[in-house]
Nanobody, 111 residues
Framework: HVQLVESGGGSVQAGGSLTLSCTKSGRPLDDADMGWYRQAPGNECELVSILSANGSTYYAESVKGRLSISRDNAKNTVYLLLDSLKFEDTAMYYC??????RGPGTQVTVS
């Protein structure tokens, strides 16, 4: 069965950058889309980016121009580069498949 594990979160100052990783096991990385979501305390879960199986990408308006999603099929890993971070980017970040499989998340805190 498919499992996802995120990593790369941390505490950074505003304007800084982080690269999050989502490593998939159980199925090839490129046989399905992969989405990155985030949820801040008291807020609903928000879709921030999608990397489709065919390589196309989607970014939410709130992050467009500051985030970049990519993948390394050999490592079965999807990356999310967060640049020019803002306080409002503070959240738990999750990767999730269309079937609803989700990792435990990685925390991003911007101060």
């Amino acid at each position: 069965h498919v499992q996802l594990v995120e990593s790369g979160g941390g505490s950074v100052q505003a304007g800084g950058s982080l690269t999050l990783s989502c490593t998939k096991s159980g199925r090839p990385l490129d046989d399905a889309d992969m989405g990155w979501y985030r949820q801040a305390p008291g807020n609903e879960c928000e879709l921030v980016s999608i990397l489709s199986a065919n390589g196309s990408t989607y970014y939410a308006e709130s992050v467009k121009g500051r985030l970049s999603i990519s993948r390394d099929n050999a490592k079965n890993t999807v990356y999310l580069l967060l640049d020019s971070l803002k306080f409002e980017d503070t959240a738990m970040y999750y990767c999730k498949t269309p079937a609803g499989v989700r990792g435990p998340g990685t925390q991003v805190t911007v101060s």
